[in-house]
T-cell receptor, first 112, second 115 residues
Framework: NAGVTQTPKFQVLKTGQSMTLQCAQD?????MSWYRQDPGMGLRLIHY???????DQGEVPNGYNVSRSTTEDFPLRLLSAAPSQTSVYFC???????????FGPGTRLTVL | AQKITQTQPGMFVQEKEAVTLDCTYD???????LFWYKQPSSGEMIFLIY??????QNATEGRYSLNFQKARKSANLVISASQLGDSAMYFC????????????FGAGTTVTVRA
């Protein structure tokens, strides 16, 4: 049982490049989310999905796109990377209610 | 709007002593859950403990306990008998019924355990 997996673990981009951060979960969870973690600010919600085919914006969605074609996968796309997107990105999954959110190991992204 | 406040950026604790990490929250939803996560230097988010707003008793998980004071909107984490491996960043988070798809996080508290 892999839980929540993320790839890559580390990535360096140049300003203006695009890329996709991958996230997959094998727990059949309905909810999936992307957070970014910046120093001194805790985790902030970028985008989330409450089921396949349904996505919505979180607190800091600008510069990112998501899609959810299957229950398992929830990729995060950076359209045109900017230095302000240098951060650690976490994917999480859960079911409705107050149960624990399960986090992936994170992706450390640097934009030069 | 949800808000989580952790006022202690960093704390030092002697090995084998107890430490209390403060967390206050704000929500207008009567139904919510409070979580604590540990983030060691390796970076992963580790779930520690959960408290529901309607739970009558304070949650405990091994050396972790949650001091839940609902009227004060406070959910402090107590780590007893600190170990060197407890050195990490600790985050308080909340999930409420009207926004149950997400966790709102505090800024975190760094704990350093001294031998």
């Amino acid at each position: 049982n892999a839980g929540v997996t993320q790839t890559p673990k580390f990535q360096v981009l140049k300003t203006g490049q695009s890329m996709t951060l991958q996230c997959a979960q094998d727990m059949n969870h309905e909810y999936m989310s992307w957070y970014r973690q910046d120093p001194g600010m805790g985790l902030r919600l970028i985008h989330y999905s409450v089921g396949a085919g349904i996505t919505d914006q979180g607190e800091v969605p600008n510069g990112y796109n998501v899609s959810r074609s299957t229950t398992e996968d929830f990729p995060l796309r950076l359209l045109s990377a900017a230095p302000s997107q240098t951060s650690v990105y976490f994917c999480a999954s859960s079911d409705p209610g107050y149960n624990e959110q399960f986090f992936g190991p994170g992706t450390r992204l640097t934009v030069l | 709007a949800q808000k989580i406040t952790q006022t202690q950026p960093g704390m030092f604790v002697q090995e084998k002593e107890a430490v209390t990490l403060d967390c206050t929250y704000d929500t207008s939803d009567p139904s919510y859950g409070l979580f604590w996560y540990k983030q060691p230097s390796s970076g992963e988010m580790i779930f520690l403990i959960y408290q529901g707003s309607y739970d009558q008793q304070n949650a405990t998980e091994g050396r972790y306990s949650l001091n839940f004071q609902k009227a004060r909107k406070s959910a402090n984490l107590v780590i007893s008998a600190s170990q060197l491996g407890d050195s990490a960043m600790y985050f308080c988070a909340m999930r409420d019924k009207s926004n149950d798809y997400k966790l709102s996080f505090g800024a975190g508290t760094t704990v350093t355990v001294r031998a």
